[in-house]
Structure formats: C-alpha cells, structure tokens
C-alpha cells in the first residue's frame, strides 16, 4: 500500500498523556489534526502544537455512534488512543471505552471512508486474558479489525514521561508513605517507551503504506524488573524508602478493597485486575514488530528522561544534592 499523504486525521482522545505528543509528531508533518474529546475546553492546551488552524476540536462521547460518525466526517485517517486503567462503569468502564468506542469507530470510519485507522492498544491484549483491561483491549483489536483488516495496531509497554501515571505515582507515594509495595516480589517486567517514541510511531503508522495490516510491540531499550523501577524512583526522588514485598494473593485482596472508592468517582491507587496484569511480563515478544520496524531505531531510555522530571519530588527541588533521609 502507498504512504498516506498529509490531510485530515482525526485523533479520539487526542488531549491525553500519548494523544497530545501524537498531535505534535502529525502537526510536524503536514496534518491538519482534528481532536475529538468529551471536553474540548479542557484540551485547549494542545492547539500550540500545531500551527494556527492546524489543530480543531470537537465534542464527541465515543460510546453515542452519532458523535463519532460526526467526528470522522471528511478525515483521512482515523487514531484511536482512547483507554481507561480502572473500571470505573458506564461510560468510563472497560467494555465502554474500549470495546464499544472501537467498535462505533471502526464503522463511523467505514461509512466515511477514512483510509487508515490505527488503534492504540497494550502489549498484553488478548481477548482471554484474566485482566478485563487486557481482554478488552484485546476486544477492541478485534473490532477494529473486523472492519479494517489493513488497521495498524500499536501495542506500547509502559509508557513513561513527564505526566506518566507510573512513575509520578510512586515517586509522590515515596514523597509521603515509609515504604513502597513491592507487588509479586517485584519480579515483573517492563520494556518502558518514551511517550515521545510512541507519538512518533502513532505519526508513522497513520502515513506509512507498509505498517498497512501490522501490528508492533513498542518497548524502550531496557527491560526492567519492578523493583529495579522502584529503585530508579527511589534514587531520583532521594527518598530512602522501604520496598516492601507484598505476595500476590495479598495484594489482589488489597486491590478489592481500594478500587471502591471509584464508586464516589476517585482514581484508586491500586485495584484487583491490575494486580493480575502484573503477574505477566509487560515486554515485547520475540519476534513482534518493533520501534524499528516503522524506522525507530534509536529509542529513548528511562535513565535518560526520568530523572529531568522527578526532581519535583526531591526535598530542596532540582537543585538538591543529597538524599533525603
């Protein structure tokens, strides 16, 4: 298939931590962005990374089939980088957000025409897995690709970044908590990508004509166990803390308890499905589609860019010099 040349491209989510660096990486190269939210007011702060008229918004629930069919009206191409990391039911819920939302894009882009669509999912998406995050992600893939047999498919490990929800997490539980909870032992293992590395595979998935039909495994150039995670938060937060081990049949039960207070609309800290989504590796699959299979060849490590933003949880700043003790 030919490379798609620069026109429309509608981005669902495009105001999130990944969507808003894909808005960048599309605006570099000739895109006029159409960035469909549930609250264009709040995603106002994207519209400078483009130039002016570049970049519009639109209103649009991606659970209501006439929002989203307004939404890809006239676009070329088409991104899904809509996901929620807990349950949180209704229009917030895993079935809702990610299986429902793809299947109503998948056929709104069918009936407009859009040439290309590419849904962000996880490495770990399968329809039978344990996790609802994961099977319903892996549900999503088949929506997606039972309209757009050509649909790419980015499947990123954890995503890591300035205003990632992994490493700003722990780096502000070491800032007030005397330990950090050392999940299964902290054996599990990440590949963790730059939020900026996925942004630019999202930019050359949409235009590239040979990623057509693929689906790639993103992952950074290090694998990490969790603890070494927790020890890299730990040495740049300067925060001496306990990691403290926590079995998995524990930790589950722990996770229960705190995902109800999702019930008065609170993020919970921790909850039971992603427990279960830690008893399994998050790194790439020998022989998946990578990074540099779309011309990334240089990714970007962790220890490069961690520590430029979790200085703010250091005593004394940026400019402090000794651990915390």
Same mark, same amino acid.
């Given at each position: +298939?030919?490379?798609?040349?620069?026109?429309?491209?509608?981005?669902?989510?495009?105001? &999130?931590?990944?969507?808003?660096?894909?808005?960048?990486?599309?605006?570099?190269?000739?895109?006029?962005?159409?960035?469909?939210?549930?609250?264009?007011?709040?995603?106002? *702060?994207?519209?400078?990374? #483009?130039?002016?008229?570049?970049?519009?918004?639109?209103?649009?629930?991606?659970?209501?089939? /006439? %929002?989203?069919?307004?939404?890809?009206? &006239?676009?070329?191409? @088409?991104?899904?980088? @809509?996901?929620?990391?807990?349950?949180?039911?209704?229009?917030?819920?895993?079935?809702?957000?990610? $299986?429902?939302?793809?299947?109503?894009?998948?056929?709104?882009?069918?009936?407009?025409?859009? =040439?290309?669509?590419?849904?962000?999912?996880?490495?770990?998406?399968?329809?039978?897995?344990?996790?609802?995050?994961?099977?319903?992600?892996?549900?999503?893939?088949?929506?997606?690709?039972?309209?757009?047999? %050509?649909?790419?498919?980015?499947?990123?490990?954890?995503?890591?970044?300035?205003?990632? #929800?992994?490493?700003?997490?722990?780096?502000? !539980?070491? @800032?007030?908590?005397?330990?950090?909870?050392?999940?299964?032992?902290?054996?599990?293992?990440?590949?963790?990508?730059?939020?900026?590395?996925?942004?630019?595979?999202?930019?050359?998935?949409?235009?590239?004509? %040979?990623?057509?039909?693929?689906?790639?495994?993103?992952? #950074?150039? /290090?694998?990490?166990?969790?603890?070494?995670?927790? *020890?890299? @938060?730990?040495?740049?937060?300067?925060?001496?803390?306990?990691?403290?081990?926590?079995?998995?049949?524990?930790?589950?039960?722990?996770?229960?308890?705190?995902?109800? =207070?999702?019930?008065?609309?609170?993020?919970?800290?921790?909850?039971? /499905?992603? =427990?279960? !989504?830690?008893?399994?590796?998050?790194? $790439?699959?020998? #022989?998946?589609?990578?990074?540099?299979?779309?011309?990334?060849?240089?990714?970007? &490590? +962790?220890?490069?860019?961690?520590?430029?933003?979790?200085?703010?949880?250091? /005593? &004394?700043?940026?400019?402090? $010099?000794?651990?915390?003790?």
């Amino acid at each position: +298939m030919a490379d798609l040349a620069p026109g429309v491209v509608t981005l669902f989510g495009g105001s &999130g931590f990944i969507g808003s660096q894909a808005v960048r990486a599309l605006a570099r190269l000739g895109w006029r962005i159409r960035v469909a939210v549930r609250n264009p007011v709040l995603a106002i *702060e994207v519209q400078p990374l #483009g130039d002016p008229g570049q970049i519009q918004f639109m209103r649009c629930d991606v659970t209501k089939a /006439d %929002d989203v069919a307004a939404a890809v009206r &006239g676009s070329n191409a @088409v991104v899904n980088l @809509v996901g929620v990391l807990h349950d949180g039911g209704g229009a917030r819920g895993f079935k809702s957000a990610h $299986v429902e939302a793809a299947k109503n894009i998948a056929q709104a882009s069918k009936a407009a025409g859009v =040439v290309r669509v590419v849904q962000i999912s996880a490495i770990g998406a399968d329809a039978n897995s344990r996790s609802a995050y994961a099977r319903t992600k892996g549900e999503a893939e088949a929506q997606i690709r039972a309209v757009y047999p %050509d649909a790419v498919i980015l499947r990123p490990s954890l995503v890591f970044g300035a205003s990632d #929800g992994f490493l700003n997490r722990f780096a502000a !539980m070491a @800032v007030s908590a005397p330990a950090l909870p050392l999940i299964g032992g902290g054996k599990t293992r990440f590949q963790p990508v730059y939020v900026a590395d996925v942004a630019e595979a999202v930019a050359r998935a949409v235009t590239r004509g %040979d990623a057509a039909g693929r689906t790639y495994e993103l992952g #950074g150039p /290090d694998i990490y166990s969790f603890r070494e995670v927790l *020890e890299l @938060v730990k040495r740049e937060t300067h925060r001496d803390r306990l990691l403290a081990p926590i079995p998995f049949p524990i930790a589950k039960l722990l996770g229960s308890l705190l995902q109800t =207070v999702s019930l008065v609309g609170l993020t919970p800290p921790l909850t039971r /499905d992603q =427990v279960v !989504m830690l008893e399994k590796d998050n790194v $790439v699959s020998p #022989g998946a589609a990578t990074l540099a299979d779309l011309g990334l060849t240089t990714p970007t &490590g +962790m220890a490069a860019i961690a520590p430029s933003y979790l200085w703010r949880y250091r /005593d &004394g700043g940026q400019f402090a $010099v000794s651990p915390a003790h």
